[in-house]
């Protein structure tokens, strides 16, 4: 088997045309490991080489009395801060550099980016914004790395602002406390007033609570003088029927004055023919003479009567007229009291009727009695003779006396006339007060009812104000200890500090990747050795034997030695420009190039496999599990951030298992992972082994039987010949 692989060695390094190459494909995994590496180790250390545009527009903003430039001062921090090749051109120019690929992205600062930052209350209120444009047709990395960058100057900015806002606000809270002072005072005056106004409303209540029964007793007053007023004016109107009918009467005694008056002239013109029954009419003229006197005397009655009638309606239409004018300002006594008098005229008057109907009485009584004179008169006219002298006296003496009757019934008619005058009016009064008595029955009734809801609302109120005084006790308090809590604040540039930046991050280093090269090197490592061992398929004869070998075994074990040797000098190489070139830090060096020996091995084998068994197909299978390994092995992002389809390949290719190892042992330190990783590679190797080992042993024997048969065939020739 030695001389196998001696034989091996010796065919390769004896044709330049395949030991050049090999040593050339030695080379192959540091030059992808180490230049990918190399280019991408830490991006972020040549950012300032990055050009990007700056385009400040902010026109500045009066607040305060002060002008605020915040577009100038974030400017001024920019230029302090190389984080890029800041060039600080106009907007134009910028548009023009984006057009030109002369800038990898543009910050704009707006015109009202100073206003704005100063609005930070009240409704129209807006954050300021900066606008970021990158240019990702360019390079997608650099805006994605531009974009990043933008965060941290709009944190900066933020912490300047909220700093800013925080000074501010703490000059206000100084004069707040202040004014909470104050109104921890003005609290306390409105407490005191409160005090008095409770006290006052509590009066207040109970004073309308003790008047209810009074206004009670005012609508209980009101409902009875409108319930008497209702009497009143119905007596009124019996009154004034009453008085229709005594004029009536006056009227027909009035004829009958006039008619007694014609008699008596007839009388005396034939008292000649009655003189002979002069004597039998004595008794009847005595008669006559007595009830003529007393009609005198009932009309005199009949006068002062009709007088003291005529007075008391007088009376009662003054009485009712002032009650009228005055009702709206005189007392519920003051207006029985009147009441009474003129109920007490409205008597007088009725007694002052009655007179007058009793005279009338009389009146006609007399009249009777002179009727019945005059029949015994006629009866004894022939017995008169004697005294018809006497008798012409007497006549002449009644007809003056009733020429007195009619001119006194003729005033009393016209006092009659002007009392019922007046007593239409006393009852068109009467009328108007009988209304007014009613709605002063409903305004005092809705006086009470009013009476009554003003109350419960005072009692509310003065409910109110207790706990109003309460709360105004509370605020008073509450301000007093606002106003000394704020006066214990005593803001400085650390305190404005934490509360620009309230939160910080702790960061704790798990397994620690430095920069971009460290995290990126397991991928690029593997990356490297795969391609590597897939160039090696094609400058290295993998299926041609050098010699003669004895067996399959010899035959495989000469083809996978030389590759096992190159793959190690390739790890190693690699290895070497990693930590020594690049300055790559590892965990465990000795398990970093074991598991780098491991995994090149692991490569080789896979590809010999395939090539040694396909041939040329082989490659482009070995091309096609490459790519599905740069897709799958998790070597850039997270498995989970890839198509669920592309993931069921993760666990059936040993790229996934080499940078696993390589995560392993470089960052993490986690050498139970890098373990299983390596058993796994190592399986893979064997399996690849196994199957390249079948193939040269059977093609061997293939190549025995077929030698066998032509050895046989070239004995029968010879036997033949």
């Known amino acids: 088997m030695l001389k196998s692989i001696g034989a091996q060695f ?3 390094f004896s044709n330049k045309k395949i030991a050049i190459p090999v040593f050339a ?10 230049m990918f590496l190399w280019a991408f180790w830490d991006p972020y250390d040549k950012m300032e080489d990055l050009p990007v545009a700056v385009v400040n527009l902010d026109e500045g903003y009066e607040y305060n009395g002060e002008t605020l430039d915040v577009g100038d001062e974030f400017v001024k921090k920019l230029k302090e801060n190389p984080q890029f090749k800041w060039k600080f051109v106009s907007e134009k120019e910028a548009e023009q550099g984006l057009e030109e690929n002369e800038y990898y992205m543009m910050i704009e600062i707006p015109e009202n980016f100073s206003e704005k930052a100063t609005s930070i209350s009240g409704k129209k209120n807006k954050k300021p914004e900066l ?17 990043t960058a933008v965060d941290k100057m709009k944190e900066s900015l933020s912490n300047e602002l909220t700093k800013t806002y925080a000074e501010v606000m703490f000059g206000q809270v100084e004069q707040l406390a202040g004014g909470l002072d104050q109104a921890a005072e003005g609290s306390s005056k409105i407490t005191d007033g409160l005090e008095k106004a409770s006290t006052g409303s509590g009066e207040l209540a109970a004073g309308m609570t003790e008047k209810t029964p009074q206004i009670k007793e005012l609508e209980s007053g009101a409902a009875l003088f409108n319930s008497k007023m209702t009497e009143f004016d119905s007596g009124i109107d019996q009154l004034v029927a009453a008085h229709k009918k005594l004029a009536d009467g006056t009227g027909e005694l009035n004829s009958g004055a006039h008619s007694l008056k014609s008699g008596l002239s007839q009388a005396t013109a034939g008292s000649e023919k009655i003189k002979d029954g002069s004597l039998a009419l004595k008794d009847g003229t005595e008669k006559l003479s007595m009830g003529a006197g007393n009609v005198a005397s009932s009309v005199n009655e009949w006068n002062a009567g009709a007088q003291k009638a005529a007075a008391g309606s007088k009376q009662v ?21 009147a009441l009474k008098q003129i109920s007490a005229i409205s008597g007088g008057v009725n007694n002052g009727l009655d007179g007058l109907t009793a005279a009338s009485g009389k009146i006609a ?5 002179v009727s019945a004179g005059a029949k015994k008169l006629s009866d004894s006219q022939a017995a008169v003779a004697q005294g018809a002298e006497q008798l012409h006296a007497g006549q002449l003496k009644l007809a003056d006396g009733v020429d007195q009757l009619a001119s006194g019934q003729a005033k009393v008619n016209a006092g009659t006339q002007t009392f019922q005058s007046k007593l239409g009016e006393a009852a068109s009064g009467s009328q108007q007060l009988l209304a007014a008595s009613g709605k002063l029955a409903d305004g005092t009734a809705t006086v009470s009812s009013g009476w009554q809801e003003v109350t419960g609302h005072v009692n509310e109120i003065h409910n109110g104000e207790q706990k109003l005084l309460e709360g105004s006790g509370q605020l008073s308090s509450k301000l007093g200890e606002a106003a000394d809590k704020t006066g214990e604040l005593d803001p400085d540039s650390e305190m404005f500090e934490r509360i620009a930046n309230p939160v910080s991050v702790k960061t704790k280093s798990f397994s620690d990747v430095p920069n971009y090269g460290t995290g990126f090197a397991p991928y690029f490592l593997s990356l490297g050795l795969f391609v590597g061992a ?11 034997k050098a010699g003669e070998p004895r067996s399959g075994f010899r035959w495989f074990a000469s083809k996978f030695t030389f590759l096992a040797a190159v793959g190690v000098v390739q790890a190693l190489i690699a290895d070497a ?41 082989g490659r482009f299978v070995a091309i096609i599990i490459l790519i599905l390994q740069l897709t799958t092995s998790a070597g850039t992002f997270p498995l989970e ?10 666990t059936w290719l040993p790229m996934t298992y080499s940078v696993s190892g390589f995560k392993a042992v470089i960052s993490s330190g986690d050498m139970n992972s890098y373990t299983f990783n390596v058993w796994v590679l190592i399986g893979f190797m064997i399996l690849c082994m196994i199957g390249t080992w079948a193939y040269f042993a059977a093609h061997f024997r293939k190549r025995i039987d077929k030698q066998t048969k032509l050895q046989l065939n070239l004995h029968e020739k010879h036997l033949e010949t």
Request: charged letters at 10%; hydrophobic letters at 50%; proline letters at 5%.
């Open 10 to 12: 010796r065919a390769v």
């Open 25 to 34: 494909v030695l080379f192959i995994p540091v030059l992808y490991t180490g």
């Open 131 to 147: 606008i970021y444009t990158p240019n990702a047709g360019f390079n997608f990395l650099a805006a994605q790395i531009g974009g």
């Open 317 to 337: 239409e003054q009485q009712i007229n002032n009650l009228i004018q005055n009702q709206s300002n005189m007392s519920d006594e003051e207006i029985t009291a």
């Open 365 to 369: 009584g007399g009249a009777n009695e």
């Open 534 to 544: 897939l160039l090696m398929s094609i400058v290295f004869p993998l299926r041609d």
């Open 577 to 617: 420009v990693l930590l020594y070139g690049l300055k790559i830090e590892v965990s465990n060096l000795p398990a970093f190039i074991g598991l780098s020996i491991i995994t090149s091995l692991t490569f080789l084998a896979l590809v010999q496999l395939l090539v040694t068994v396909l041939g040329d197909p």
């Open 641 to 650: 951030l890839i198509p669920e389809g592309l993931q069921v390949f993760n």
